[in-house]
């Protein structure tokens, strides 16, 4: 039921983020497609602006040129009749050759004049008047954008369509994007024809709209971020609380069928020691005597690893610091664990090389480290026990390596062995008590003291606990 519901959640919660994230996309394209409808209208308001300055300057200069050409054609038109005038005076003077040659100079001079005059008739070249107004167009335009607060890079040109060719380019690095993506406008041109265009191309206009939004945008992801890592947390902590829901049940069950034996043992010997016959032997009765006892420390010890992880987790652990020789802890380990290993048929082997045994730390604590590490290799072990201890020294550190040859941990397992209650799934099969509570509790005293600890293992090969803690200099 709890399976079926938490899918059901991802999948409503999964759905509605999406649906979230889909609106807010939505709404932000919706927004940058308003910027560009702004910036295209603003753009067409200042080119229209420049165009009509231009066009007021190409109609003044050729008022100019007119009245300019108005009072030369008055001029050839007075030159004309005093030419005429002189011809015919001249003509009805002449009595010599000298008198003809004359005339013929002062003709000559005459047309010459009138030829002057008539190359200075020729109409505005307008080809002529962008080029020499380059400067003045590239300034206008900067001007125009600036007041409705464009302010970045361009490129202008002006086109014409009769030609298909462009006249005029501001900096002549971007020819084809002014053909294809530019915005344009048309000049004032003739009544027949077709009008030049003055076009204009903006290399980062992408860039500036998405920069006049980048604030929405930057809300947008970071919101989208808050979401995703908010709904992940969720989803992890429903995990990692199911996951303690179980570890806890099973602590429970595992708590209770340690407890129940020696409570069961006890109760079976005590209900014996009532015996009259039992009285009457010494032997049984010291027997007996002595299960009670055995089963007592038993159940003292479990309650005392329960009650030491609760300290630990609440931080409240005092150590009592000494110098210890960390051999002797080792042999003090050894001589506890060696009849439980014998017991078994198995083995336990010391190589101890290093040279610096000088440790601060807690003797009791530290003494447990090694116990609890090696109740897991005799524990954790199908055949018999083979188990080798060996020291040496790094970095200004002992290294204190635990080898057993048991059933191995798995790559996946070996991240999690060290968290409270914690026990490597078997299925079915629970060959192997515990509360999940040792290694937990090793790793806390080992990083009490500074150090660290480690695992190296795989399934059926058995595996290695190393220690590693400071020494003194």
């Not at 003055?198 to 998405?210: A, H, K, S």
């Amino acid at each position: 039921m709890f399976k079926w519901s938490q899918s059901v959640i991802i999948v409503i919660v999964s759905v509605a983020t999406i649906g979230l994230m889909l609106i807010q996309a939505y709404w932000i394209r919706d927004a940058i497609k308003v910027k560009q409808a702004v910036f295209f209208r603003d753009v067409q308001q200042s080119m229209g602006k420049v165009v009509l300055n231009l066009d007021r300057l190409r109609i003044e200069e050729r008022i100019s040129k007119q009245r300019k050409n108005y009072l030369q054609q008055k001029k050839i038109t007075i030159i004309r009749d005093s030419l005429n005038k002189l011809l015919f005076k001249g003509i009805q003077n002449i009595h010599s050759q000298t008198d003809i040659d004359i005339l013929l100079q002062s003709t000559d001079k005459a047309n010459k004049a009138l030829s002057q005059l008539n190359f200075n008739f020729s109409d505005v070249d307008e080809a002529s008047f962008l080029i020499n107004k380059k400067e003045l167009i590239n300034t206008q335009i900067k001007a125009a954008l600036a007041e409705k607060n464009i302010n970045i890079d361009f490129e202008f040109g002006i086109y014409s369509p009769a030609t298909k060719s462009m006249i005029l380019q501001k900096t002549g690095k971007y020819p084809d994007e002014l053909i294809n993506e530019s915005y344009y406008h048309s000049l004032a041109g003739p009544a027949f024809g077709f009008p030049n265009k003055l076009l204009l191309y903006f290399p980062n206009e992408r860039r500036y709209v998405l920069n006049q939004l980048w604030i929405l945008l930057f809300v947008s992801i970071v919101l989208f971020i808050v979401i995703i890592f908010a709904f992940y947390f969720s989803i992890a902590t429903i995990n990692r609380q199911k996951k303690l829901s179980v570890m806890k049940n099973d602590f429970i069950n595992n708590m209770t069928h340690e407890f129940k034996t020696p409570i069961s043992t006890i109760s079976l010997a005590c209900e014996a020691l009532k015996d009259n016959d039992i009285k009457k032997s010494e032997s049984l009765y010291d027997n007996y005597i002595g299960v009670i006892n055995d089963e007592n420390k038993r159940l003292r010890s479990m309650a005392e690893q329960i009650l030491q992880t609760a300290v630990i987790d609440k931080g409240q652990l005092n150590l009592k610091l000494s110098d210890i020789n960390i051999h002797d802890i080792i042999a003090k380990a050894v001589n506890s664990k060696n009849i439980q290993i014998q017991s078994k048929n198995g083995h336990l082997q010391t190589k101890l090389f290093a040279h610096n045994l000088q440790v601060n730390g807690d003797k009791i604590h530290l003494t447990n480290v090694i116990i609890n590490l090696l109740d897991n290799a005799i524990k954790y072990n199908t055949s018999k026990p083979e188990i080798l201890i060996n020291t040496t020294n790094k970095n200004g550190h002992i290294l204190i390596n635990i080898k057993d040859n048991g059933i191995g941990i798995s790559s996946s397992d070996q991240k999690k062995i060290f968290d409270k209650l914690y026990r490597v799934p078997t299925g079915n099969v629970h060959n192997f008590k515990g509360f999940g509570l040792g290694l937990s509790y090793v790793k806390a005293i080992v990083e009490l003291h500074n150090g660290l600890v480690s695992v190296s293992s795989e399934p059926g090969k058995g595996s290695i606990f190393t220690i590693k803690l400071p020494t003194k200099k």
